[in-house]
């Protein structure tokens, strides 16, 4: 992946919630990292966490940063993919924590994208009841989603993220310049999330989207996607209320990750999660087909699939696991418009006609 990175300056992000902390992007910023964290974290070790492919492309410079910073630096890696955000290796985080006998006034700083940022949030709110954790986001879609807001979590057999917790971050530091060692999948699951954004609550960026590649604006683009979510979380922070529109295309999208065993991946999933559900919602007279027509021309423009091979049974079954059912109902976000959802609850029995009506057989 290539493009432009406009003026290289340095966009700060306020997120207040429980923690207050700032969202920096910038280019230039994987060198500058232990000057960032040691001006947020007063700590004298940081573990640095990342998986196996990120750390040969960015983490002898972000170890070298941390250490010319003062940080005595440990390093746990472990292999790329959805699959390994489970129990057995948070576990070996824990017990590698232990091992390098790091303090609560201790650091532990992420590089990679969201597997590796939820797993090392969950490991750090949890061990010693709460370490700082500063997110270091190496792909467009955790620079532009995941690493904000607080969510940690580890994927249990039966569904996605079924345990984690509310953690925010220390700080956060986004490099476009290490997005441009994306793979082309990777920076369209990238896409789909900022493109989300626009469909959620932002029809001018919408139409920033469709207009100019996002490669062409990728600090823009970071910035104002971490703008939209900051308002949700200083709002609602614990996922109580309409911070939920953020999970636009992701009910339907974690059944698909599931029923694929996570061989769809999160961005590709959360695209046909977004079709289905605009599907639904224009076949029930909730939105017009125009909608559904602008939504899947800017999926088709970058590339993203707007279509799944998954029976609505298939899809029902595995969605009975999602984190957002109550009792015998499931919330779903609806669009109304380009720019505009709703929340709406329906009884879990109805969702396979939801499904149905979504283009699944």
């Known amino acids: 992946m290539s493009g432009g990175m406009g003026e290289n ?3 700060r ?8 902390y700032d969202v920096c992007v910038q280019e230039g910023l994987l060198a500058r990292a232990g000057a960032c ?24 410079t972000v170890k070298a940063s941390l ?21 057995t290796t948070y576990g070996e985080i ?12 201790d650091v532990i700083v992420s ?63 986004c490099d476009p310049l290490a997005l441009r060692s994306l793979p082309e999948q990777s920076y369209r699951e990238g896409c789909a999330e900022a493109i989300k954004y626009g ?36 709002a609602d922070e614990f996922d109580l209320g309409n911070r939920r529109l953020l999970n636009l295309g992701h009910t339907i999208g974690h059944a698909v990750e599931s029923c694929s065993r996570y061989t769809v991946s999160h961005g590709y999933a959360v695209a046909i999660g977004m079709t289905m559900i605009t599907r639904a919602a224009w076949k029930r007279n909730i939105c017009k087909e125009e909608t559904l027509d602008r939504l899947c021309a800017i999926l088709e423009r970058y590339g993203l699939p707007t279509e799944t091979e998954y029976t609505a049974d298939a899809l029902y079954e595995a969605a ?11 919330e779903l976000v609806l669009p109304e418009d380009i720019g505009r959802c709703r929340l709406e609850q329906i009884a879990l029995t109805e969702f396979p006609a939801w499904l149905r009506d979504g283009g699944a057989r």
């Open 67 to 87: 250490e010319a910073a003062g940080f005595r630096v440990v390093c746990f890696l472990f292999p790329a993919g959805e699959s390994q955000k489970n129990l």
């Open 111 to 173: 590089l990679g994208g969201g597997v590796v940022g939820d797993i090392a949030g969950f490991a750090a709110s949890t061990y010693l009841r709460g370490l700082s954790h500063v997110q270091i986001p190496t792909t467009l879609l955790s620079a532009v989603d995941s690493s904000v807001g607080g969510k940690t979590a580890i994927n249990l057999d039966s569904a996605k993220n079924q345990v984690g917790t509310f953690y925010q971050p220390a700080l956060v530091l």
């Open 199 to 234: 469909v959620m609550g932002d029809e001018r960026f919408f139409s920033e989207l469709l207009d100019t590649p996002v490669c062409e604006q990728l600090a823009h683009v970071i910035a104002h996607c971490v703008m939209i979510k900051r308002d949700c979380v200083a």
């Open 13 to 20: 992000i306020r997120v207040t919630a429980s923690r207050t």
């Open 9 to 11: 300056r340095m966009q």
């Open 37 to 60: 964290v040691a001006g947020v974290c007063r700590a004298s070790a940081a573990a640095l966490i990342s998986d196996e492919t990120v750390f040969a492309l960015y983490g002898e």
């Open 94 to 105: 824990l017990h590698f924590l232990a091992a390098c006998r790091l303090k609560r006034s």
């Open 320 to 330: 009975r696991s999602d984190k957002k059912i109550s009792a015998s109902t499931l």
